[in-house]
């Protein structure tokens, strides 16, 4: 239901005014209705060349950083994981900046999955060493995530400037550039990371058990981690590369729903699908609409949704 | 790497703010704008103000792709410098957009106030550009993300990417190729040849000066945005063109650095040249000698400090031998007859 009313509202406003019954006329002809209103070449262009794809990338990435969100808290058995807050997401931006510099959204997106999911294998082996106290991973990856933020900077200012997406984009994300081509990159890894994930929502309800319960059972801990944390950095890598590091959806999505879906995997993980493409969605909006027809970083919009919401949560938890 | 990018990044600070001012107007403004019609008529008919060259032409942008021009009634700058040759060549009242470094002439200014504007040409948004419904787009290389290039082409919407000049010769460049574009090549080359006859004038004025000084073009907004140009700015050319040395480019300096102390005391500056709009930010000429290692320069001590508009200074348009003449005989008055 919201993500039908965020998809009217997306597809319908923006700095051009296209008239309602043309936004459908566009979306009739595109599955070969003639119905409603002949949509005029540019209302065609701008529904369907430049707002369609922002909103499925939107949609996209939003699902995808609410599901990884998801299965690391499970993974790790840290309410505080966060795939931007561990480190991954900076991790993933500098093999984004080089994969840009080499080959425009698509080394983008490709350089991303593959530092992602490095960067992903990283955190394991620090993870490995701290296990007890899950505040120190988080610590870990703060600190981490800082250090690769660095090094995003130095990709970006040695760079050509012309090209390069600047530092602002890397830190606060945008989908200002999503065409067709950015989401039929991205969409691949978006999609088998998410199957893979969502399929070992059994295996994460088991590990949450204890691991020593789940090798008892006859689950291979070491190798669930292993899928997941690819999946994981795969995915986190596809949307960096596409839309630059966007905070507090990996973070807080899985993190409200929790409460609601109660210890099941496969009832959070299917929510924070929904939620997280909802929220980046609905975030996107505002960064478009607010100072049209200049456009904000979506990431200014989910942290100042975001961070109060989670701050709200975590009190409310401490009272609870 | 382009140095003028790195040029155009410094604006963002500014960008934003003005962005947000004329975001303010242009809500109260859409109202007159085309692009709002009714809900029953689905295409408005944009205004044709000047006669339009019939035939179509192509040009193939610095990006490599060829765009196919023919209607100029509504045009979109994305630069400055090159509205104002758009403006320059009879072509101003067919602009309906423009971006936030253009600030002359005053009616295209005038548009930013207005609310025609598109924000910051390196922060673009396809739709901040095709409310405008325009025939044409026209901007450089500094243009960005690539990305939303795409999405006005795949609009329809042609777009012209010219190669960013940096030097005063490149100024004939930029004219022939916006008058190309237009076509009007003829008047193009008139334009070219009166603005790189002014150039010459200018450079061979200051070649009858045999001093060379070292000058150091300094760019301020406010305390914490200060910047020492370096080569390939296209202060260089202008401060060379007037037969000086480039203080900044001496000292190694390479497209805008973050100005130091110990950077500008090393560059021993003769005369410094600083952004009009942005001295008065920061508080004058007074505030600036405040500014760490300023006073320590032989420019402080010789209290050499020339100010200029800072489009005026270095788009390098149309008005780049005006600005290079003026330059050239406020920097040796002796000669200046």
Redesign the interface.
């Known amino acids: 239901m919201g993500l039908l009313v965020t998809a009217w509202a997306a597809l319908s406003f923006?700095?051009?005014?296209v008239?309602?019954?043309?936004v459908l006329g566009v979306l009739a002809r595109k599955i070969g209705l003639d119905a409603f209103?002949?949509?005029?070449?540019?209302?065609?262009?701008?529904v369907w060349?430049?707002r369609m794809p922002r909103l499925l990338l939107a949609f996209a990435v939003g699902a995808s950083l609410g599901l990884v969100g998801g299965v690391l808290q499970g993974l790790l058995r840290n309410d505080l994981a966060d795939p931007h807050l561990l480190g991954i997401g900076p991790g993933a931006a500098i093999g984004a900046a080089i994969g840009s510099a080499a080959g425009?959204?698509q080394g983008a997106i490709a350089g991303g999955v593959a530092a992602g999911v490095i960067t992903a294998f990283a955190i394991r082996r620090m993870s490995r060493r701290a296990t007890i106290d899950p505040t120190r991973i988080i610590l870990s990856g703060v600190a981490l995530g800082a250090a690769l933020f660095a090094w995003v900077g130095f990709v970006v200012f040695t760079?050509?400037?012309?090209?390069m997406?600047?530092m602002e984009?890397w830190l606060l994300g945008s989908l200002?550039?999503?065409?067709w081509?950015?989401l039929g990159t991205a969409i691949g890894f978006l999609l088998i990371t998410a199957i893979a994930m969502v399929a070992s929502a059994r295996l994460l309800d088991v590990i949450a058990l204890g691991e020593a319960d789940a090798r008892h059972l006859g689950i291979d801990v070491d190798l669930v981690r292993t899928v997941l944390l690819i999946a994981a950095g795969a995915a986190v890598g596809a949307t960096v590369g596409a839309v630059g590091v966007i905070a507090f959806v990996g973070l807080l999505v899985p993190f409200a729903l929790r409460r609601v879906t109660g210890p099941s995997h496969r009832h959070l993980l299917l929510a924070a699908i929904a939620t997280g493409a909802l929220f980046v969605a609905a975030a996107d909006l505002v960064a478009?609409l607010a100072?049209?027809?200049?456009?904000i970083p979506v990431g200014l919009v989910t942290a100042a949704i975001g961070g109060p919401v989670f701050l709200w949560l975590l009190t409310r938890r401490h009272d609870a | 790497m382009k140095p003028r990018n790195s040029l155009m990044t410094l604006a963002v600070g500014l960008t934003v703010v003005a962005a947000a001012c004329s975001s303010g107007t242009s809500t109260t403004t859409t109202a007159d704008q085309p692009t709002t019609s009714s809900s029953t008529t689905s295409v408005t008919t944009p205004q044709t103000t000047t006669t339009i060259p019939s035939d179509q032409r192509t040009f193939v942008g610095a990006d490599g792709v060829e765009t196919t021009i023919g209607d100029v009634s509504r045009i979109v700058s994305l630069n400055g410098d090159l509205t104002e040759i758009i403006f320059e060549l009879g072509f101003g009242e067919n602009v309906v957009g423009v971006d936030v470094t253009t600030t002359y002439p005053p009616e295209a200014a005038a548009l930013n106030d207005q609310g025609q504007t598109v924000g910051f040409a390196q922060q673009l948004a396809a739709e901040a550009v095709l409310r405008f419904e325009p025939t044409l787009v026209i901007g450089d290389q500094q243009v960005a993300p690539p990305e939303v290039l795409e999405q006005l082409r795949g609009a329809g919407t042609p777009v012209v990417i010219l190669e960013t000049q940096t030097t005063l010769d490149g100024v004939e460049t930029k004219i022939l190729e916006v008058a190309e574009i237009l076509g009007v090549p003829d008047e193009g080359g008139e334009l070219a040849e009166r603005v790189m006859g002014e150039i010459d004038a200018a450079r061979a004025l200051a070649a009858t000066d045999d001093s060379d000084p070292k000058i150091a073009y300094v760019y301020v907004r406010g305390p914490q945005v200060v910047f020492l140009f370096g080569a390939g700015m296209p202060t260089q050319g202008m401060i060379e063109g007037a037969g000086a040395i480039d203080a900044g480019a001496e000292a190694g300096v390479f497209g805008p650095a973050p100005l130091t102390p110990e950077a500008l005391v090393a560059a021993a500056p003769d005369l410094i040249v600083l952004p009009e709009a942005g001295l008065a930010a920061l508080g004058g000429i007074e505030a600036f000698l405040e500014l760490p290692g300023v006073a320590e320069t032989p420019a402080a001590q010789n209290d050499a400090f020339l100010d200029y508009d800072e489009a005026y200074f270095f788009n390098l348009g149309p008005r780049a031998g005006q600005a290079l003449d003026e330059f050239v005989r406020d920097l040796y008055p002796e000669i200046g007859g």
């Open positions: 923006g700095a051009v005014s008239p309602f019954d043309e209103a002949e949509p005029s070449r540019q209302a065609e262009g701008v060349g430049i425009g959204i760079a050509d400037r012309a090209t997406p600047p984009f200002t550039g999503s065409t081509r950015a478009r100072l049209e027809p200049v456009e």
